[in-house]
């Protein structure tokens, strides 16, 4: 009994000693010029004890800043409910950044705080800007049923 706990022990430090992170060797250092108005690279390690995949990088937060007109564009979609889906799809294809479907609701989330759009606005946009045939339906003056 005693020995296989003991064994145990050895076998969950072994694991552990596995599981240690250890940091990547590569770096860039960066100088600026003689004139001030740029950044040299002094030197450079680009070997990794990692694998390394550009798919990944395309989704770091720097790389999905997205232009502030698409930005506004999908807020106006969102606010709409217009598929997440499909206006990921059609920024990607305009921006060509890889976005999130959670990019998108932060998005929205943003909008919604900010200011409420009403039926005309709506309306508006949606013959304006998309060239959509809009109808609504009243049943009085003082209800709107949606």
Request: aromatic share 6%; hydrophobic share 35%.
């Amino acid at each position: 009994m005693d020995n296989v706990s003991e064994n145990k022990k050895i076998i969950s430090k072994v694991i552990r000693t596995f599981k240690k992170k250890i940091p990547c060797p590569a770096f860039v250092a960066l100088r600026v010029s003689q004139n001030g108005k740029f950044l040299e690279v002094k030197s450079l390690n680009n070997n990794h004890n990692h694998k390394t995949r550009k798919a990944l990088s395309e989704f770091f937060p720097q790389q999905r800043k997205w232009p502030y007109e698409n930005r506004e564009e999908a807020k106006m979609l969102l606010m709409l409910d217009a598929n997440k889906k499909r206006v990921r799809e059609k920024l990607e294809k305009d921006t060509s950044l890889k976005l999130t479907l959670k990019d998108l609701s932060n998005s929205k989330q943003s909008a919604t705080n900010k200011a409420l759009i009403g039926i005309d606005q709506c309306v508006d946009i949606l013959k304006n800007k998309y060239d959509c045939e809009v109808s609504i339906l009243k049943e009085c003056l003082s209800k709107f049923p949606g």
